[in-house]
């Protein structure tokens, strides 16, 4: 088991920045790949960003890219989102992820399907108009 505890989360203006950051415990962290996920109310959970266990991999969805980064610090057992030029549509319930994963084609492909690993509880963005 890998316990996962968000923080960070908050209301900020439209452009602004937040960091959240995602603590682990339970399981040697630097074994794991991390990931971010979030849903915003009546959507699905969709897929955020992506780190490998190394840090030597990272993945982005297309909407974020160039305004969130992702990194993690093994040293610490933390994962973090750095999301800057927010925008209303960021508004969701933001969700760190833990997950065993042994190739790259699992990274990409089955990864952000966010079906697999262990989740946090969720910390809520709201970005204002």
């Known amino acids: 088991q890998v316990q996962l505890v968000e923080s960070g989360g908050g209301l900020v203006q439209a452009g602004g920045s937040l960091r959240l950051s995602c603590a682990a415990s339970?399981?040697?962290?630097?074994?794991?790949?991390m990931g971010w996920f979030r849903q915003a109310p009546g959507k699905e959970r969709e897929f955020v960003a992506a780190?490998?266990?190394?840090?030597?991999?990272?993945y982005y969805t297309d909407s974020v890219k160039g305004r969130f980064t992702i990194s993690r610090d093994n040293a610490k057992n933390t994962v973090y989102l750095q999301m800057n030029s927010l925008k209303p549509e960021d508004t969701a319930v933001y969700y760190c992820n833990a997950a065993l994963v042994l190739s790259k084609a699992t990274m990409t492909e089955e990864y952000p399907r966010g079906t697999f690993g262990f989740w946090g509880q969720g910390t809520q963005v709201t970005v204002s108009s």
């Open positions: 339970g399981r040697t962290f630097s074994n794991y790949a």
């Open positions: 780190i490998s266990w190394n840090g030597g991999s990272i």
